[in-house]
């Protein structure tokens, strides 16, 4: 038995990460107002839900720096539409992934998830192969913890 009411309940309880994008100050607390080291405030202050997440954008921020990668997006949204019984399209969810970046030309969308956390929930992956038909991408899963 669950002790939160809800699957939201818990979510003011769990370790948050906030990284400034321009200058890479990072955070373990509640959301700053702005930046210390350099003033950024707003969009340019980057949540992510955990620690796994949150080391991976930094390897990937320095696979980035290197040139290894190309055209880091942290926290894409993708459209899911699907067909209603009269053939019509309709929007049906929208799934975002943790990264989405090119590595020699081709797209690689992925999504981190703690060892701890079960990756393969029914509904995750309901979500991935919904994801993968309509967008033709493979989800890469990264395991870390």
Known sequence: MSRFTSRHA????????????????SWEEKKPGSC??????GADLQHFDSK??????RELELMQRAKYIS????????????????GRPFHAM????DFC???????VVEDVKPKSEKAQSEIFKMKKKLFEQ????QLTIISRG
């Open 94 to 97: 929208t799934y975002e992934a």
């Open 134 to 137: 309509a967008y033709k991408i």
């Open 52 to 57: 796994a997440e949150f080391l991976r954008f």
């Open 10 to 25: 818990g979510y003011g309880l769990a370790i948050h990460f906030w990284v400034c994008l321009p200058c890479s100050k």
């Open 101 to 107: 970046y090119f590595e020699n030309g081709i797209k």
């Open 71 to 86: 055209g880091l997006e942290v926290h894409p949204r993708y459209e899911i539409t699907a067909l209603d019984i009269h």
């Open 36 to 41: 210390d080291r350099c003033g950024t405030k």
